[in-house]
């Protein structure tokens, strides 16, 4: 979880925490701003926060240590997972994993709206019900639509954006929702 996540939940200063931990103010800020990498401090420092904070240091570290892989690698591994476990154990398995939530809170919102939005299809087309632990991330959407690679191809080779449009016609609506064009995530090879 990220620092600013956790003082925003705990309703707690930078300051505050700086007082508590022993950490020096333009640290605590340095981090909240970007500055500095949490995984670029001192143990020490890590340590002194998750103290004060009552959390374990690994999970304050472990967003700015996991790999983000490429958004469309990433799609494409949700549709294998998809192939690979069927409809209805998919369903069971993201609800158990909370992927979503733990992507939201990381702030990969393309790659939560993306599993949300494959979760909600596959609710709806099999008339199952839609889990209501999502309604929150349901309320939100990407600025910019993101398309898939090959209609951004076809629309630079062809330099026609219509391909665009077309799109965007043929989308799954649970994915529009999102602001995320996508119109077929069973296809896989």
Known sequence: MRLNDVLKIRNMTKYKLSKVSGVPYSTVSDICNG??????????????????????MESLLEPSLLPRCDFELYKSNVCHRLKN?????????????????????????????????????????????????????????????????????????LKD??????AIKEAIPEFMKFNIVECEVRDVI
């Open 35 to 56: 500055v500095t990498e949490i995984s670029k401090c001192s143990a020490e420092t890590v340590f002194k926060l998750a103290a004060a904070l009552d959390l374990s």
């Open 85 to 157: 476990l069927g409809d209805a154990d998919f369903v069971v398995d993201v609800l158990e994993k909370d992927d979503i939530r733990t992507l939201f809170e990381r702030q990969w919102y393309p790659e939560s709206l993306y599993l949300l939005a494959t979760l909600d299809y596959i609710c709806r087309i099999n008339k199952y019900p839609l889990c209501t632990r999502y309604n929150d991330i349901r309320t939100c959407k990407l600025e910019r639509p993101i398309f898939p690679s090959g209609v951004v191809v076809t629309t630079a080779v």
């Open 161 to 166: 954006d219509d391909v665009r449009s077309k």
